[in-house]
């Protein structure tokens, strides 16, 4: 299994700009999320998707920030329009079903917004 | 509600020497708790975890865990330190529901030679 795939690796773009993150979880998995990490807050839970479902989007940080999940082995996380604080390592990770599974995580994307 | 503390930002173990990265934690019902480690710029890997059962759990590279009931504790050990293992650690908790896990603030290990 190739595991989580995220991309692109590093995007970097102006202020104002849009950004599209994407992600596809490992085969099987009924489960996404979405973190992003800062030196200054951490590994933070943005969204998580069950079954392709939105289900706990309290995390994201603002209206400029959307997440889909349009079938079970895509997803994208959108910010529009961008800001120099969105500047962040945005990591997804995916969970096959039940209590006993650990979460898989992506290489993550590397945001820096000028 | 679920939470982690990791009362250590930085430890520090010379080479050869055992290790200890601390962890505590805060759920209600049975905890599912996990470790993983990141190395730079690299996503979080997993390393090992309690369900049930045995205190003790081994994971990869060498590490395990101890799982204390009493002390809400869950510290990751390794007999021997290697430079290699310097990183930045997670401790992670979830209740028996279909959640996500949380995820403590990190603990980075540094291994001098």
């Known amino acids: 299994d190739a595991g989580v795939i995220q991309s692109p690796r590093h995007e970097v773009t102006e202020m104002g700009q849009e950004v599209t993150l994407r992600c596809k979880p490992i085969?099987?998995?009924?489960?996404l999320f979405w973190y992003r990490q800062t030196m200054m807050r951490g590994l933070e839970l943005l969204i998580y998707?069950?079954?392709?479902?939105?289900?706990?989007d309290s995390g994201m940080p603002e209206d400029r920030f959307s997440a889909k999940m349009p079938n079970a082995s895509f997803s994208t996380l959108k910010i529009q329009p961008s800001e120099p604080r969105d500047s962040a390592v945005y990591f997804c990770?995916?969970?096959?079903?039940?209590?006993?599974?650990?979460?898989?995580f992506g290489p993550g994307t590397r945001l820096t917004v000028t | 509600a679920q939470s982690v503390a990791q009362p250590e930002d930085q430890v520090n173990v010379a080479e050869g020497n055992p290790l200890t990265v601390k962890c505590t934690y805060s759920?209600?019902?049975?905890?599912?708790l996990f470790w993983y480690v990141q190395y730079p710029n690299r996503g979080l890997q997993f390393l090992l975890k309690?369900?049930?059962?045995?205190?003790l759990v081994k994971g990869s590279y060498g590490f395990e865990a101890e799982f204390n009931k009493s002390q809400t504790s869950f510290h990751l050990k390794k007999p021997s330190a290697l430079v290699s293992d310097s990183a930045l650690y997670f401790c992670?908790?979830?209740?028996?529901?279909?959640?996500?896990?949380?995820f403590g603030k990190g603990t980075r290990l540094s291994v001098i030679a």
């Open positions: 990770a995916s969970r096959g079903t039940g209590v006993a599974f650990e979460q898989y």
């Open positions: 085969s099987g998995h009924n489960s």
């Open positions: 998707f069950n079954n392709n479902v939105p289900i706990d």
């Open positions: 759920v209600s019902g049975n905890p599912y």
């Open positions: 309690y369900i049930t059962g045995d205190n």
């Open positions: 992670a908790v979830r209740d028996g529901g279909n959640t996500p896990l949380v």
